[in-house]
C-alpha cells in the first residue's frame, strides 16, 4: 500500500498538469447515498426516467408542484438526497483534495457529483458536470445563483436576469449538460498530464471517457476507490481503498517529497 501511495505522489509530482476526477464514493463517506450502489438511492427507489428533462420542459409549473412536494414528504428519493446533502460535511478525501490544489501539484477537480462539498472543502477550481443541487440554472440565459436565499413565489420561479424558466441546476436525464461547462471539462482533460481517478465507477458518461482519452493523450491514470471499476484496467496506479484514507496519505507523501 505505502508503495502504491507512493508512487501516486510521484505522478502527481512529476506532472505539469495533474487533475482530479471524482464521483458518488467520494461523498459516500459523507454520508450522502450512491445512486447505482447496493444501498443506493436507485437500487431502492428505482431510476428516474429517461425523459425526466422533457417532463420538466413539458410542464415546469407541475414538475416545480411536485419537486417541492416532494422535498417535504419523507420516503422518496428526493426528500433523501436532500435530507443527506444537508446535513452532510466535507470528509478528508475531500478536504486532501483541496491541500493538493493549495500545494500547486492539482490543478483542478471535475466532479460528478452534484453536492457542492469540494467547495466546502476549500477546493477552488472545480467543475461540476452535473451541476449543483444547492443552485438554480436558467434554461434561457444560463445564469446560475445559489438556491438559498433566492425567494420562490411563482411557479416555474422566473429568471431574474432574463424572466426566462429557473430548474434546479443538477442536470436532468436527457438534458444536454450546459456547453461550457463540458467545453471547460473538455479542455481540461487534454491539458492534463495525470488524472487522479477518486469514487467514480465510470459507468456514465461523458465523464467514464475523459480517464480514456487523457491516457490515449499519454496521461498517467491513478485510481482510489474500495472495488474494481470499469476503468481499473486503464489505470497505471490503482490502490484499494476510501478515499478518506488514502487521500490523505497521499497529500503526506507528497509533503514529504516536496519538503525533502
Known sequence: MQELIGRAADILIGAE?????TGAGLSVESGIPSFRGPDGLWTRYGQPS??????????????????????AAPGNPTYDLKAAVDQALPNPGHVALADLESLDVLK????QNVDGLHGRAGSQ???EIHGNRNHLRCIGCGSRRPRDGYL?????????????????????FGEPIPAPTLAACAQEVHRCDA??????????????????VAREQGAKIIE??????ELTAAAHVVISGGAGDILPAIVQAVRERINA
Open 108 to 111: 483542478s477537480v471535475i466532479t
Open 125 to 127: 477550481a472545480v467543475l
Open 224 to 229: 482510489v476507490n474500495p472495488m474494481p471499476t
Open 152 to 172: 420562490i413565489t411563482d411557479l416555474p420561479p422566473p429568471c431574474i436576469d432574463c424572466g426566462g424558466i429557473i430548474k434546479l441546476d443538477t442536470v436532468m
Open 50 to 71: 429517461n425523459l425526466s428533462y422533457r417532463v420538466f420542459s413539458q410542464d415546469p409549473q407541475a414538475w416545480w408542484e411536485q419537486r417541492l412536494n416532494d422535498e
Open 195 to 212: 488524472m487522479l481517478l477518486v469514487g467514480t465507477s465510470g459507468a456514465v458518461n461523458p465523464a467514464a471517457q475523459f480517464p480514456l
Open 17 to 21: 498538469y495533474a487533475i482530479a476526477l
